[in-house]
């Protein structure tokens, strides 16, 4: 029941950020906990996809980001 909770706080905060702003085509999930959680959330959410390696996917990407940032500034 705790982990379908959780799916439910985050279906609601999910809506309303995107209340103005429309739905995405997909809902990309990421993070260690998404393993548990994202199995509720394909309830959810039309399209969903669980990220390669989710654990590291908010690691990698703030990598990238942050060399895309680097190398910008040259």
Do not use: M
Not at 7 to 18: D, G, M
Not at 32 to 50: C, D, N, S, T
């Amino acid at each position: 029941p705790i982990v379908e909770t959780l799916a439910t706080h985050i279906e609601h905060f999910a809506k309303t950020l995107w209340a103005h702003r429309g739905q995405p085509d997909i809902v990309v999930l990421t993070g260690g906990g998404i393993l548990l959680v994202g199995p509720y959330l394909r309830e959810k959410f039309a399209k969903v996809r669980i990220a390669d390696e989710p654990q590291l996917a908010n690691a990698r990407g703030y990598w990238k980001y942050a060399r895309y940032l680097l190398n910008s500034e040259t």
